[in-house]
C-alpha cells in the first residue's frame, strides 16, 4: 500500500509500544524504515517485544522501562533518548481503563485511569514538544483516542473524560505549535480487540454480538489501524493538522459502544464487583 521507505529516516517513541495497538503500529513503522522507542512498566514484555521486532525485520529497535504517570520518569526517558538522538515523532498509545458503575468509583479508581490516559499523555507531549522547540526540530504527536470523544461512554466514564481531554490537546496544540513545526493528528479506534481491551472492557467475555452491531460486521484489524497511522505520522500528510480520524467501521454512528451494559441487572454488577475484590 506504501512506498518502502515511507518512514525511512523517521525515530518513533511509541507509548505502551509492547502490547496491542501499540506493537502492532510499531512493527508496520520498522517495516516502512523507521526506527523505534518503545516504552511502558513492563520491561520484560518490551524487551521481547523489541527482539522480536529486529529478529523479524531487522530494524532498529530499542525498549524503555517508564511509567509515564510520572513526570520525572518521562523526563529523564525523554533525556535518555535524546542522548541518543531526537525522536521525530511521538505516539500517545498508552492508556487504561475498566469498566464499572461511575457511582462505585473510588477517587483512587477514577486517578487509575485518568493519571496514565491524562497525565501521563500531557507529560509525553510537553517532554517531546518543549525540546523540539527549543532545538527548532519538526515534530508529530499521533494521540490513540476513542469514538468516546464523540459520543461519550456509559461506565468508563473516566477513560471517555481522559479521551476527550487529550482531543482538546491536538485541537489546541495544532494552533499553538503547528506554526512551529510540529503537527497534533489523533486516530479515534472503534473496536479492535486485544488482549488488554478485552479483558478490561468485557472482563467475563460477555456480548459476543458486538461485531454483528458494527455496520462493517466485523472488528478492526491492528494492520488497518497500523496503517492509518502509519500515513498520518508521514510527510504525505503534512498538511493534516489537529485532526482526529475516526477508525470503526462507522459504529459511533449507530451506538456508543455500551449499549449491552445498560441492559446488566444490579446483580451482574454485583457479580462483576465480587469477581474483581476475589482477584
Ligand atoms: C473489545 C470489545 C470492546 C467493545 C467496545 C468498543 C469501544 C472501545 C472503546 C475503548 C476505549 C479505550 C480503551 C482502552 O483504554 S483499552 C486499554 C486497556 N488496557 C489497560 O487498561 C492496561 C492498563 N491497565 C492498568 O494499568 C490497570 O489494569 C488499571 C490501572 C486499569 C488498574 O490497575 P490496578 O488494578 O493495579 O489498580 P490499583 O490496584 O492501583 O487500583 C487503583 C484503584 O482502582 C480501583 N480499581 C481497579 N480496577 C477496578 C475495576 N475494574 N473496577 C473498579 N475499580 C477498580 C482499585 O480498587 C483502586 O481503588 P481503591 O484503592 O479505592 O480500592
Ligand atoms: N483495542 C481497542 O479496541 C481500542 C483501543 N483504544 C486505545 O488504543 C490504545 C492501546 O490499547 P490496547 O492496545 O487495546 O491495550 P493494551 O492494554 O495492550 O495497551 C495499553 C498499553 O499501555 C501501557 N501502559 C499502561 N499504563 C501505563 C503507564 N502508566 N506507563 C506506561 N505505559 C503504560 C501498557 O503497558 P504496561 O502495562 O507494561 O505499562 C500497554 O502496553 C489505548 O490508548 C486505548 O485506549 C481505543 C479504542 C479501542
Known amino acids: 500500500m506504501f512506498e518502502k521507505g515511507l518512514l525511512a529516516g523517521k525515530r518513533i517513541l511509541i507509548t505502551g509500544g509492547g502490547s496491542g495497538l501499540g506493537a502492532a503500529m510499531g512493527r508496520r513503522f520498522v517495516e516502512l524504515g ?19 521486532l529486529r529478529s523479524d525485520l531487522g530494524g532498529k529497535v530499542s525498549a524503555v522501562q517508564c511509567d509515564i504517570r510520572d513526570g520525572a520518569d518521562v523526563d529523564a526517558m525523554m533525556d535518555a533518548i535524546w542522548r ?5 515523532v511521538l505516539i500517545n498509545n498508552a492508556a487504561a481503563t475498566f469498566i464499572a458503575q461511575t457511582e462505585h468509583l473510588s477517587f483512587r479508581a477514577a486517578d487509575a485511569i485518568l493519571a496514565p490516559t491524562l497525565h501521563g499523555t500531557m507529560y509525553c507531549t510537553l517532554a517531546a514538544g518543549s525540546r523540539w522547540i527549543e532545538a527548532r526540530r519538526k515534530g508529530v ?5 476513542s469514538t468516546s470523544t464523540i459520543t461519550g461512554r456509559a461506565f468508563t466514564v473516566p477513560s ?3 479521551k476527550s481531554a487529550v482531543l482538546a490537546m491536538t485541537k ?10 510540529i503537527r497534533t493528528v489523533a486516530i479515534a479506534p ?10 478490561q472492557l468485557r472482563p467475563e467475555g460477555r456480548d459476543e454480538n458486538w461485531a454483528s ?48 451494559l445498560l441492559q446488566w441487572t444490579d446483580a451482574q454488577w454485583e457479580k462483576q464487583r465480587a469477581a474483581r475484590a476475589r482477584s
Open 34 to 52: 523507521a526506527e523505534l522507542v518503545i516504552c511502558g512498566r513492563r520491561l520484560e514484555l518490551l524487551e521481547d517485544t523489541a527482539e522480536k
Open 84 to 88: 541518543e538522538a531526537p525522536i521525530d
Open 141 to 145: 504527536v499521533l494521540s490513540i483516542l
Open 160 to 162: 471517555a473524560m481522559a
Open 172 to 181: 489546541s496544540l495544532a494552533v499553538e505549535w503547528g506554526p512551529k513545526g
Open 190 to 199: 472503534g473496536a479492535f480487540p486485544t488482549a488488554g481491551a478485552s479483558g
Open 213 to 260: 452491531r458494527n455496520p462493517l460486521g466485523r472488528p478492526g484489524e491492528h494492520r488497518e489501524l497500523a496503517d492509518l497511522a502509519s500515513f498520518l505520522i508521514s510527510d504525505s500528510a503534512g498538511y493534516i493538522n489537529g485532526e482526529m480520524v475516526v477508525q470503526d467501521g462507522g459504529a459511533h454512528l449507530r451506538s456508543s459502544g455500551a449499549e449491552d
